[in-house]
């Protein structure tokens, strides 16, 4: 039996963040009416002009640089020329012979450890609109809102060998997009897909065979699920003396299989020139040194800092740095309360079960710095014990409730009355003489059983380590 192996590279279409698209003045937002968010320039009417919008430039660059790409500084745009329903124009305004980026890279971490991933270009174009597939009715439709809205399309080299090494790829590479602000990188509203090229080889074999691609893979399962099946088909149809073809293919989530869409030749006949309306672009060193020194700290700085500043550990620092919003909110509530540690494990724990629960994402997270500061202040002085913080919490990520007007309205500062807390606990021991009893000879869990009847008994409001306390020092007195 001949052991294989697979070798992938990735074409990562991302849509950029810009409030217009790229040759036009129409909105980018998602969603809205079919065809109600285009103009007679991005429909590809006759007569009308492209002009550049240079945030969508600058967005290039910062990615580029970020993913350690090296600036063309002399570029332009290239018409692609194909026939399709979804592009109006018949052509694709996309840049071919001088892409933006070039010869860049990012480091993933694998079983291994780390692995580099080169990217051999970057270059922006514009999407094409939407077809819509009407089975009841047997036609297909045509929206044209997402025609012109600005990409980036990341072209890896074939550096990639498993499943999990794409993913780890994809992750990293929509966190520095992330922390960036260039894209929201929503793949359920298609900010950004994959198409995957796939081939197997023999272990050790220096050629690469023949490669299919699966295009437009919107989300990590999916595209694990697919380059698993690929993976398969491919080693089967080779071991059973057949020959793979170079062919684009669809994923079938529901089918958990592979369909033939088209056979890809290695050379496509896009009648490739330069685009006539778009004069070429010349970036100076100054423009460029000033993204550069506009480009916020990375997950990888970041990390790094948060160990080194604040002492937290590598796992915690991983998990808080994991989305942009939470690290945002850590590092401003920190600012507040300067308790590092706490902040983060409320982060950690309790936000990140609140966000599973309701089912949303850590960048979705609405949580106010000023408040969760407050939240732990009042931890910190004793005014509320941490059960009643975690309700305090709970109620801030859901009814963003100020803590301290919540935990006076609700009556659940702690208790300091020491007379109180004694009366209550001799009240306690007096109805569990058998819990007494077995405390003296020698079950420990008859302890925990009287102190938790003791908090039920001040309805949780209580300071648990006063209650150990005194509830220590009146059993002494029993004996």
């Known amino acids: 039996m001949k052991n ?61 640089l970020a993913t350690g790409c090296e600036i ?38 694998t079983e291994l450890g780390k692995k580099r991933i080169g990217i051999h270009e970057i270059h922006m174009e514009e999407d094409a609109g939407k077809l819509v597939h009407d089975p009841w009715e047997d036609c297909t439709l045509v929206d044209y ?65 023949t490669r299919t691609e699966m295009k437009n893979m919107n989300s990590f399962k999916a595209i694990a699920r697919a380059i698993d099946g690929e993976r398969k088909r491919q080693i089967e149809v080779l071991t059973y003396g057949g020959k793979v073809i170079q062919e684009t293919r669809r994923w079938d989530e529901n ?10 030749e290695d050379a ?18 100054e423009w460029l040194a000033q993204i550069k020194q506009g480009e916020p700290e990375l997950r990888d700085a970041k990390m790094k800092r948060y160990r080194e500043e604040f002492g937290i550990p590598e796992y915690d620092a991983a998990i808080i740095t994991g989305a942009k919003r939470m690290a945002d909110i850590f590092e401003e509530t920190v600012v507040i309360c300067g308790r590092p540690k ?58 963003n409730v100020d803590p301290k007007e919540y935990v006076k309205e ?27 009893a077995d405390f003296f000879g020698g079950k420990d869990r008859a302890f925990g059983f009287l102190v938790g009847q003791t908090m039920k008994q001040l309805k949780g409001k209580a300071d648990p380590g006063m209650v150990n306390s005194l509830l220590r020092e009146a059993l002494a007195l029993r004996k």
């Open 4 to 64: 294989y192996e697979m070798v992938i590279g990735l074409e990562v279409h991302v849509e950029l963040a810009t409030k217009t698209k790229i040759f036009c003045g129409c909105t980018t937002q998602f969603g809205g009416l079919p065809n109600t968010h285009c103009c007679p320039v991005c429909m590809g009417m006759p007569g009308t002009l492209p002009v550049l919008n240079k945030k969508v430039v600058e967005f290039a660059v910062a990615a580029g």
């Open 72 to 109: 063309t500084r002399h570029c332009k745009f290239d018409r692609k020329n194909y026939f399709y329903p979804d592009l109006p124009k018949a052509y694709q305004i996309s840049q071919l012979y001088l892409p933006i980026c070039q010869n860049g890279g990012i480091e993933i971490e």
């Open 145 to 209: 809102n997402r025609c012109g809205v600005p990409l980036i399309e990341i072209v890896s080299e074939p550096d990639m060998r498993s499943a999990q090494e794409v993913i780890a790829y994809l992750e990293k590479l929509k966190l520095i997009l992330k922390y960036l602000g260039v894209s929201d990188c929503k793949m359920q509203e298609g900010s950004l897909r994959a198409d995957i090229n796939l081939s197997v080889r023999e272990v050790g074999a220096a050629e690469f065979g």
């Open 255 to 264: 089918k958990d299989t592979s369909f033939a869409m088209r056979s890809k």
């Open 268 to 285: 496509q006949d896009y009648r490739y020139f330069p685009e006539p309306d778009l004069v070429p672009l010349d970036l100076s060193e």
């Open 342 to 399: 706490e902040v983060s494990n409320w982060l950690m724990v309790e936000a990140m079960r609140l966000l599973k629960e309701a089912e949303m994402d850590a960048e979705e997270l609405t949580l106010a710095p000023q408040k969760l500061a407050s939240l732990v202040a009042l931890l910190e002085e004793g005014r509320i014990n941490r059960t009643v913080a975690k309700e305090v919490f709970e109620q801030i990520f859901k009814e």
């Open 410 to 436: 609700k009556g659940l500062a702690m208790l300091q009355d020491d007379a109180l807390l004694r009366e209550t606990i001799a009240l306690v021991l007096a109805q569990n003489e058998q819990s007494v």
